[in-house]
């Protein structure tokens, strides 16, 4: 089992930037597909950000693509996604996601785990 807890979201002005960070805990998650999914309101879940278990390999939804950027810490056991700018079409609740696939690509199917989720709010 892998439990994952998010932080870092917040209000901020349309141009701005925040980083959200997703901690794994749990089993070992050393190989493990992570990726950014969000869900704005009265939509469905999308695709954001993923990235391999080793680091070396990123993919982005072209909404995002040039301005978010996905990294990952194995020593800390830390997946981060840098936003900027921020628009506000990119508010929503940001979720993190583990899978037992190396790299699982860009459908939420892939993914085994889940974190709560943290609010973005950019507003023009």
């Known amino acids: ?3 994952l807890v998010e932080s870092g979201g917040g209000a901020v002005q349309s141009g701005g930037s925040l980083r959200l960070s997703c901690v ?11 990726a950014w999914f969000r869900q704005a ?14 680091g070396g390999r990123t993919n982005y939804a ?12 194995g020593a800390q056991n830390t997946v981060y996604l840098q936003m900027n700018p921020l628009k506000p079409e990119d508010t929503a609740v940001y979720y993190c996601a583990a899978s037992r696939i190396f790299f ?9 785990y889940w ?9 023009s």
């Open 104 to 112: 699982a690509g860009t459908t939420g199917y892939s993914y085994d």
């Open 41 to 54: 309101p009265g939509k469905e879940r999308e695709f954001v950000a993923g990235i391999s278990g080793s």
């Open 115 to 123: 974190g709560q989720g943290t609010q973005v709010t950019v507003s």
């Open 62 to 73: 072209d909404s995002v693509k040039g301005r978010f950027t996905i990294s990952r810490d």
């Open 24 to 34: 794994a805990s749990g089993r070992t998650y050393t190989n493990y597909g992570m």
């Open 1 to 3: 089992q892998v439990q």
